[in-house]
């Protein structure tokens, strides 16, 4: 089965733009995290560091009484207690602070405060007896075991930090050891769905250059066939021409010498042979109207962007109705011509164009009433639609189509006169510009021929 190559692109774009949001996704977790395991390395390092500080500063300040009781030295009670214990709660509200959001820090830190408390109590009365030359062994015992309950309250909220910074860890090595082959997949992925892109493109674009050159090459024939076909039209016109000159010769003749066999025997001729003769000339006639009206065929249609002029309707038509002026009084025959936007067209095309069919509704009037021809019209767009309605004799609907071919009558000779190329010309008339032509009617009612043309030749503008 051919898959079309929009929809191999539409396909590789879709899994190029899932891949990319499945790497994106991944980069946002596995960044997340390192996020989160930048601030959890540096929370940790904020409570171990004032911690320390804590746990040096009372270290500090131990040494320093058991450095004077040694050496009595009054360096060793700079900076004095108070001033140490300062320095020490600063701290522990740094370390309160950042532990904030840890409920189980926060109850150490409680413990822990109890216990620097108590711890400040013994070193200011450890000052205290070192003013005063006491001395208390058992107060050197009872700090120590303060400052081993300190340490260990101090480890045990380290071991808290290194809990939580282990658990990141691991979830950051899982999501490292997803990244690397989601990294890989999503590269090779994207190299593929490259390559394939590139294959593709590259064969649709040389099937478009292969495309655009038979085009080219089918402009061309089509050219050379269009002005093979314009000279065959031409040749075909001057044949026409040629043709109904060359008929008319022979023609004349037959009507020259007929007409002379009747002046100068007709007396003398049988009546069987006086109704041959006259049968004759009837033919003759016949045949030369048939050529002419053959003649007109072949030459009407054709217009040119020379010969296409912006044409008032409502003047061609009255012009037209005056032409038809002696069959219309003949039938008694009423015209109503309505308002008909110009039209862009031939205007002796046009106007031989509502002669035919006007003379059309003339011949076909019905003997049992007034013959009366309603010209009305409609515009949609660019379209204008033209009615050409008579009450006359109308036909099958069965022949709607039929009436405009060449040589095709409805009725014998004997009945109506023609020869069946009038509505022919209507019809090559109409195409030429762009139009249609149709019909409706009922026998006995009489009939409409509507006839569309665009308002403007867009078409031969542009050609």
Not at 251 to 263: A, C, G, V, Y
Not at 432 to 452: K, N, Q, R
């Amino acid at each position: 089965m051919h898959i079309p190559v929009q929809k191999k692109i539409r396909v590789g774009f879709f899994v190029a733009f899932t891949v990319i949001i499945v790497a994106s996704v991944c980069s946002f977790l596995v960044t997340k995290n390192l996020l989160d395991n930048a601030q959890r390395l540096n929370h940790t390092i904020q409570v171990s560091k004032s911690l320390e500080v804590i746990t040096r500063q009372l270290k500090d300040a131990e040494s320093a009484i058991r450095g004077y009781n040694i050496t009595k030295d009054t360096a060793f009670l700079k900076p004095t207690m108070r001033e140490r214990s300062n320095k020490i709660q600063v701290e522990y509200m740094q370390l309160r602070l950042i532990t904030s959001g840890n409920p189980q820090q926060q109850r150490h830190l409680d413990t822990l405060k109890s216990l620097l408390d108590y711890k400040y109590r013994q070193l200011r009365e450890g000052e205290q007896r070192i003013t005063t030359h006491e001395k208390d062994t058992s107060a050197v015992h009872q700090g120590e075991k303060t400052i081993d309950k300190i340490e260990r309250k101090v480890q045990d909220m380290l071991k808290i930090e290194a809990s939580y910074l282990n658990r990141k860890a691991v979830l950051q090595r899982f999501y490292s050891a997803i990244w690397i082959p989601v990294i890989f997949i999503s590269s090779l992925m994207a190299i593929l769905i490259g390559i394939y892109s590139y294959i593709t493109l590259t064969r649709e674009f040389r099937l478009q250059l292969h495309i655009e050159s038979r085009l080219k090459a089918y402009q061309r024939d089509l050219q050379q066939n269009i002005r093979l076909l314009n000279k065959s039209n031409e040749e075909l016109e001057q044949f026409a021409y040629v043709a109904s000159h060359d008929l008319q010769e022979p023609l004349r003749k037959i009507s020259t010498f007929s007409d002379r066999l009747q002046s100068k025997y007709g007396d003398n001729l049988p009546e069987e042979a006086s109704d041959l003769l006259k049968r004759m000339m009837a033919a003759v006639g016949r045949m030369r109207v048939l050529i002419n009206d053959l003649l007109l065929f072949s030459r009407a249609g054709r217009i040119t962007p020379e010969n296409v002029a912006l044409v008032d309707m409502v003047a061609l038509v009255n012009e037209v109705v005056s032409d038809v002026e002696e069959g219309l009084l003949e039938k008694n025959a009423i015209v109503n011509v309505g308002p008909i936007p110009p039209i862009e067209g031939n205007a002796t095309a046009f106007h031989q164009l509502f002669q035919n069919i006007i003379t059309n509704a003339v011949k076909f009037a019905s003997p049992e009433r007034r013959l009366v021809i309603n010209i009305t019209s409609s515009t949609i767009d660019n379209l204008c639609s033209i009615h050409v309605e008579d009450n006359g004799i109308g036909f099958d609907p069965a022949y709607a189509e039929r009436i405009f071919l060449l040589f095709q009558r409805l009725h014998g000779m004997s009945e109506y006169s023609g020869t069946g190329i009038g509505l022919a010309i209507c019809k090559k008339i109409v195409d030429s510009h762009h139009g249609h032509i149709s019909a409706t009617a009922l026998p006995g009612e009489g009939a409409t021929f509507i006839v569309v043309l665009p308002l403007t030749q867009i078409n031969l503008h542009e050609s």
